[in-house]
């Protein structure tokens, strides 16, 4: 499996301010994902990343509220642009491995 | 109905006890079935991961998957206070070369010195 790490690991943002969130994994990998857990939810895909390309969102999620980097095949960023307290959740890096995701430590937003 | 539907909880049991998680799920063509464990404000760690109907034994942890019934399992034998987490379940299935992962809601689970 491969190692992820995130940055920040937390953090408390003011309401109408963006943040990017950081994603690097120590191995190249093709396919990033973009999840969001809100308190107390299971986890949701905002988006795939794949190097050389336009993410992919899914549906709900949009390029403007969530820009999506991928500049390399062991990096990428989320943007969460305009925050509402709504945005207050857990933001998870993940890779594919085999059939199955693998996950980074997120990136808990407090959003005041 | 949702794809994917695993009981909330939270479930809380004594130490030493079998602990019994359970999934169902109604897209019959799911063909990998996931456990991951999270700890408070952590990302999800894999913990089991299968693809065929029966029992894969790891340790204490055994995830059993009956593809006939649409119905998985994930048994902890003698539970441990460090076993308190959530568990979440995971199916994926390929659609046109992608992995598609769908969670369940997670149980939150609490072992009890």
């Known amino acids: 499996s491969a190692v992820i790490s995130q940055k920040p690991s937390r953090d408390i943002c003011q309401r109408g301010t963006s943040l990017t969130i950081q994603c690097q994994v120590d191995?190249?990998?093709?396919?990033m994902f973009w999840y969001r857990q809100q308190p107390g939810q299971s986890l949701t895909l905002i988006a795939t990343?794949?190097?050389?390309?336009?993410?992919?969102?899914e549906s709900g999620f949009v390029i403007d509220k969530f820009p999506i980097s991928r500049p390399n095949l062991t990096f990428s960023t989320l943007t969460v642009s305009n925050m509402s307290p709504e945005d207050s959740s857990i933001y998870l890096c993940?890779?594919?491995?085999?059939?199955?995701?693998?996950f980074g430590e997120g990136s808990w937003l407090t959003v005041v | 109905q949702k794809e994917v539907e695993q009981d909330p909880g939270p479930l809380s049991v004594p130490e030493g006890a079998i602990v019994s998680l359970n999934c169902t799920y109604s897209?019959?063509?799911?063909?990998?079935f996931m456990w991951y464990r999270q700890y408070s404000r952590k990302g999800p760690e894999l913990l089991m991961y299968?693809?065929?109907?029966g029992n894969k034994e790891d340790g204490r942890f055994t995830a059993q998957v009956d593809k006939s019934s649409k119905y998985i399992s994930l048994f902890i034998r003698d539970s441990q206070p460090s076993d308190s987490a959530t568990y979440l379940c995971?199916?994926?299935?390929?659609?046109?070369?992608?992995?598609?992962?769908?969670f369940g809601q997670g149980t939150r689970l609490t072992i009890n010195p």
């Open positions: 993940s890779v594919a491995g085999g059939n199955t995701i693998y």
């Open positions: 191995s190249q990998v093709t396919m």
């Open positions: 990343a794949n190097q050389g390309s336009e993410a992919t969102y």
């Open positions: 897209n019959s063509a799911f063909q990998y």
């Open positions: 299968t693809y065929s109907s």
């Open positions: 995971a199916m994926s299935l390929r659609i046109q070369g992608a992995q598609k992962l769908v």
